[in-house]
């Protein structure tokens, strides 16, 4: 088993009318650096006290003592470097800023994009629940934070397969269903904020179940056509819109973006606390038959499919992932984050792709 941990996504506006100081996190590393300049101040002499009175400017009494501006203060303007011997402290999530995997069946290339920090995860099980055939993968868009994205990846797999235990396998559905639903629960017991986007996907006899609650997609090339198996939750959506307005909320613009009470660019996802009313975790499922025509899958957040259709995705990957001697899926995915920051993505990206013959 493998767990990268990878963690802002655009999802939120900064003139968020919900709880908009909680998700302020997206400023730029240069208005967020903790180092600044130690100036000396050199204040004048105190003044002795006016006798008197002192015209201001909205004042039409006369003056009887006049007291002087004291004069500016001399502030030295200071230059501030790092030498070669010092250099300033690394952001705890550097290390995450760019991760490639090559797995068991499955490669992930994912990259940060121009904000802070990454909040991107991924979960990868293979033999899922002990079982040789079966496996779970899952993509993981964190906003407002990684906290939720983090939690999902280490949680939602193990609260899947309790309730498979529970449920039995023929529930397959709604063991998932359950799954995110009881990961969201948990999750808000935290004292975290943000949400996060997921798209999972497991094999099991031959089928392949995902699941989507948020714009992580899912799509799978078949015979080199791009099938999605997922459909984004987006506030324009029409029956999210509804949904929304029939709870009592709204979908308003902002920057050019429907969002949720013109906060959030997402309708479903785990986490959100402040909007909980109206974003639900739970997800949309699709279970379909594994045939021969079944060649890979890609599972990636919003950062790739903003810029790149579902098609010109398989067509890119297919030639690193299908009828060659030396396969190359992890280069494929790494090319694809690559088309998506050219056509002006400054999002976190992230890309799996499953070799479906693998577990079939």
């Given at each position: 088993m493998i767990t990268v941990a990878i963690p802002n996504s655009p999802v939120f506006s900064p003139t968020s009318i919900v709880s908009s100081s909680i998700y302020n996190c997206k400023s730029s590393p240069e208005s967020c650096s903790s180092n600044s300049p130690a100036f000396k101040f050199h204040p004048q002499k105190p003044l002795p006290p006016a006798s008197g009175f002192?015209?201001?400017?909205?004042?039409?009494?006369?003056?009887?003592?006049?007291r002087k501006r004291p004069a500016k203060l001399a502030i030295p303007v200071?230059?501030?470097?790092?030498?070669d011997k010092v250099k300033p402290p690394p952001l705890a999530e550097d290390r995450w800023k760019e991760v490639e995997v090559e797995g068991d069946g499955y490669s992930v290339y994912c990259k940060k994009g121009k904000r802070e920090v990454m909040e991107d995860r991924f979960k990868a099980v293979v033999e899922f629940n002990g079982q040789h055939k079966q496996a779970?993968?899952?993509v993981f868009d964190g906003h407002g934070g990684s906290k939720a994205a983090e939690y999902a990846a280490?949680?939602?797999?193990?609260?899947?397969?309790n309730e498979v235990e529970i449920m039995g396998e023929n529930e397959i559905i709604e063991a998932i269903k359950q799954g995110y639903m009881n990961t969201d629960s948990q999750f808000l017991k935290q004292d975290h904020r943000g949400g996060s986007c997921c798209v999972t996907a497991i094999i099991r006899d031959n089928n392949l179940v995902v699941s989507n609650a948020g714009d992580c997609r899912?799509?799978?090339s078949i015979g080199g056509t791009a099938k999605p198996l997922t459909s984004d939750h987006r506030p324009s959506r029409v029956d999210e819109k509804l949904r929304i307005e029939s709870l009592g909320g709204y979908v308003d613009c902002s920057r050019g973006v429907p969002r949720v009470l013109g906060s959030l660019g997402v309708?479903?996802?785990?986490?959100d606390r402040s909007l909980k009313q109206w974003i639900t975790a739970e997800p949309e499922s699709k279970i379909v038959k594994i045939g021969p025509e079944f060649e890979f899958l890609?599972?990636?957040?919003?950062?790739?499919?903003?810029?790149?259709s579902n098609q010109e995705a398989i067509d890119l990957a297919r030639p690193f992932c299908v009828g060659n001697d030396k396969l190359e899926p992890v280069l494929a995915c790494k090319k694809l984050v690559e088309l998506s920051a050219s056509r002006g993505s400054i999002d976190d990206a992230s890309v799996m792709i499953v070799q479906l013959s693998r577990f079939c």
């Open positions: 002192v015209r201001d400017s909205c004042s039409t009494s006369p003056t009887l003592s006049k200071a230059s501030f470097s790092f030498s779970f993968f899952g280490e949680n939602l797999d193990k609260n899947i397969i899912a799509v799978v309708s479903r996802a785990i986490g890609i599972m990636a957040s919003d950062g790739l499919w903003d810029k790149v």
